[in-house]
Nanobody, 118 residues
């Protein structure tokens, strides 16, 4: 069974840092580009960051550029999102997303809550 399991979310003060992880199983991880999305109540789901396979190319939303870093470890079937200088507007549920490089379906994780508040 295909699974994407996010972890690492929690409560952090403004200016703090968190590191999210997404563990993948049940599919050929190296054949998928990976994305992090986030969604806050009342807002549309937003693409935060994306990474190619094997991970030589990354892209970021303007709102997080310079503060967030995405990476992947194909040997561990895991992607990461390092979040620094966190702001209250970063508060959201963060979702891991897998997109096949060639033909196929996408996969989504259940999400992990990130709350930035003092």
């Amino acid at each position: 069974q295909v699974q994407l399991v996010e972890s690492g979310g929690g409560l952090v003060q403004p200016g703090g840092s968190l590191r999210l992880s997404c563990a993948a199983s049940g599919f050929t991880f190296s054949r998928y580009a990976m994305n992090w999305y986030r969604q806050a109540p009342g807002k549309e789901r937003e693409l935060v960051a994306g990474i190619s396979s094997p991970g030589l190319s990354t892209n970021y939303a303007d709102s997080v550029k310079g503060r967030f870093t995405m990476s992947r470890d194909n040997a561990k079937n895991t992607v990461y999102l390092e979040m620094n200088s966190l702001k209250p507007e970063d508060t959201a549920v963060y979702y891991c997303n897998a997109v096949p490089i060639y033909y196929g379906r996408e996969y989504w994780g259940q999400g992990t809550q990130v709350t930035v508040s003092s």
